[in-house]
């Protein structure tokens, strides 16, 4: 993925296109191809102190000057508060590349040319900058002037100037951040460094005005850097929390480029080695030492890990990147936290206690542990895990939180007031926007779908699987009461405190893209192209029928207004992997099926490169909203694909 002057050149374009790197901890970089920050939540060096959470922006920047041939040039480019853009470094960038996963600007001073690549350090809380001179006459005077925070990745104020101890050293120098708590090692061989304590205010953040929060930062430089470097020699420095990472940025890079390319290759076509490493960015361990578990961040660089979410991604995030054994290790991960037949919601990302306000959680990891053991026949695991299982079953059958459990008809019910359970799970104050209590579609052909794979799993371990067949049977008889024959689609929810709930939503295609299929052909068909003809946009499903009077079009404006419309029209590419499994269920068309996907595709080399966001407008041209980087949208086309290439 490369771009020139065309692009780099537009300060507006080359800002509106982001780079994200991670270290397999939770923590990451992240910034913008012109080298703006337009969110807080950008940086050079975001480390979770209680991995994968606790996130702390530690590092903003490192601010570049070069010198050359008797002209000095600034390759920064920031935007202040007072609207200014200064300095204007994208002017000097010939082209951006992602390659093998990671960001190089190549930047043309005069007749010189100057790489600087970032990298991450697997498992490490470290950003490695590589500085090389690709082409001069003569020796390029650069210098680099370490921008510093110390706050929470969502915003805070910068400790006073003199909380910094900055010990400036030959080759190796240290600051000690106050809040954090740590030392910030600043291993840079063959450069000289200097001591500061420069507070830079006013710096403004685009995107954050667009949501409503917060737009401003202070930061403060506090070391400076100088390096004399001549033609086709090459430097850098590495920025940690742990020296034993080494300090030679060159190999560190060359050695998380030759993983990454590595990883690329084990898969069977390059999109989806593309793809593999879009999917790498969001395996994380939890917890640290060697007890340390596995699990999956939801999203970058707001979301911490989530339940629903992890068991959603493993399919195509894990089985279908050969990744087996983290799926696995996910799998233990949440079956250990699990609490009266409840796997969490979410992590906090300030730590603490995990959440458990989920009514399908628990469902999607019995369906994650189907998937895995239909691919891999690992029959430990599941002997390992079948205790989980069957403390989910119990407990929805025997009635858990949040009033879930089983009604007379065999289907499961739930919601408490003030309580979001279902993925649509949007809340302005007290206020749940979408509460769907009764019994939701989605969450019902996940409990068919769930009886059904303890039925084969109890003939894999050789039990007895005759009850699960008959609470399986009387689900399936009672799913038809969902179907709606004159308007060929399902109910969205039954039996909630109004009634049944018809709104026209996306969840039906869960009950018809499940391995267990509750609906028979003909209803299938009806739904597919229903959702189709109503939800279905470039960049996945909208939320509501764009009819609903309650249909909002357009993400936007402060968190309130966006949140009310989070699941009333805004468009989820995640469903885009339930309606293909449907469409392909129903129809079995796979070019027709790829189709549909190709605008997902196209969409790896638009706003955050190489991976898919959360949401977009359900309004055309469905702009790119919510979160840059979310693991079910790169894990849902991965799955989506992997099923095409094997109908």
């Avoid at 989820?572 to 549909?596: N, T």
Wanted: aromatic share 8%; glycine share 10%; net charge negative.
């Amino acid at each position: 993925m490369r771009y020139g002057r065309s692009l780099c050149g537009d300060v507006v374009m080359a800002e509106s296109r982001e780079w994200l790197l991670t270290n397999g901890r939770g923590g990451y970089a992240m910034g913008t191809v012109a080298g703006t920050l337009t969110r807080r939540y950008h940086g050079l060096l975001v480390a979770a102190l209680d991995p994968p959470v606790q996130r702390r922006l530690l590092v903003a920047r490192l601010e570049l000057d070069a010198d050359y041939d008797g002209t000095s040039y600034a390759l920064g480019t920031n935007r202040w508060r007072s609207g200014a853009i200064a300095p204007l470094g994208y002017r000097f960038v010939e082209a951006f590349a992602l390659k093998d996963g990671l960001p190089t600007w190549t930047y043309a001073l005069g007749d010189a040319l100057l790489a600087v690549t970032y990298a991450m350090p697997h498992d490490a809380d470290a950003i490695a900058i590589e500085l090389r001179v690709l082409r001069a006459r003569s020796p390029l005077a650069i210098r680099g002037r370490l921008v510093v925070a110390d706050r929470d990745h969502h915003g805070g104020a910068l400790p006073p100037s003199d909380a910094f101890t900055v010990g400036a050293g030959a080759g190796a120098s240290t600051i000690a951040l106050p809040e954090a708590r740590r030392t910030l090692h600043v291993l840079a061989p063959g450069a000289q460094a200097t001591a500061a304590s420069e507070r830079y205010e006013g710096f403004a953040f685009a995107r954050e005005t667009e949501r409503g929060f917060p737009d401003t930062d202070e930061y403060l430089h506090a070391l400076t850097l100088a390096w004399t470097l001549g033609p086709d020699a090459a430097a850098g420095a590495v920025l940690t929390l742990d020296p034993a990472v080494g300090d030679d940025a060159c190999a560190l890079v060359a050695t998380r480029r030759a993983a990454n390319r590595n990883r690329a290759a084990k898969m069977p076509a390059p999109l989806l080695g593309r793809l593999a490493l879009a999917a790498d960015a969001f395996v994380t361990r939890r917890g640290d030492g060697a007890d340390a578990g596995t699990s999956i961040v939801a999203g970058y660089p707001w979301f911490a890990d989530w339940g629903r979410d992890a068991m959603i991604a493993i399919p195509g995030l894990l089985l279908g990147t050969g990744r087996a054994s983290d799926a696995a290790a996910v799998l233990r991960t949440y079956a250990a936290q699990m609490r009266d037949g409840l796997i969490p919601n979410r992590f906090s990302d300030a730590g603490g206690p995990a959440e458990y306000n989920t009514i399908d959680a628990s469902l999607w990891f019995v369906e994650a542990l189907r998937a895995y053991v239909a691919l891999t026949g690992d029959a430990a695991l599941l002997r390992e895990l079948i205790p989980a299982v069957r403390a989910v079953i119990d407990g929805y059958r025997g009635g858990t939180r949040f009033g879930i459990g089983i009604d007379g008809d065999g289907l499961v019910r739930g919601g408490e007031d003030g309580v979001q359970l279902t993925w649509m799970d949007a809340k302005v104050g007290d206020r749940v926007i979408t509460p769907r209590r009764g019994k939701p579609i989605e969450i019902n052909a996940l409990w068919y779908n769930a009886l059904r794979a303890c039925e084969t799993f109890a003939q894999r371990l050789g039990d007895a699987p005759d009850e699960y067949r008959a609470l399986a049977d009387r689900t399936a008889a009672s799913m038809q009461r969902y179907w709606n024959a004159e308007r060929g689609w399902c109910a969205d929810v039954l039996d909630g405190p109004d009634g049944d709930d018809v709104s026209f939503r996306p969840n039906q295609l869960v009950a018809v893209s499940l391995d267990a299929c509750a609906f028979d052909a003909a209803q299938v068909r009806a739904i597919v192209d229903a959702c189709a003809a109503r939800l279905w946009t470039s960049l996945g499903l909208r939320t509501l029928d764009p009819r609903d009077p309650r249909y909002r079009g357009v993400y936007c404006g402060p968190q309130s207004e966006r949140d009310a419309a989070y699941h009333q029209g805004t468009v989820w590419p995640w469903l885009a992997g339930a309606f293909v499994r449907a469409y392909l269920r129903a129809y079995g068309y796979r070019e027709r099926a790829r189709a549909f996907v190709a605008p997902l595709i196209d969409a790896l080399e638009l706003d955050a490169l190489g991976t898919l966001g959360e949401i977009a407008d359900g309004d055309a041209p469905h702009a790119a909203r919510g979160c840059p980087a979310q693991a079910w949208s790169v894990a849902e086309l991965i799955a989506v694909l992997r099923r095409i290439d094997a109908a």
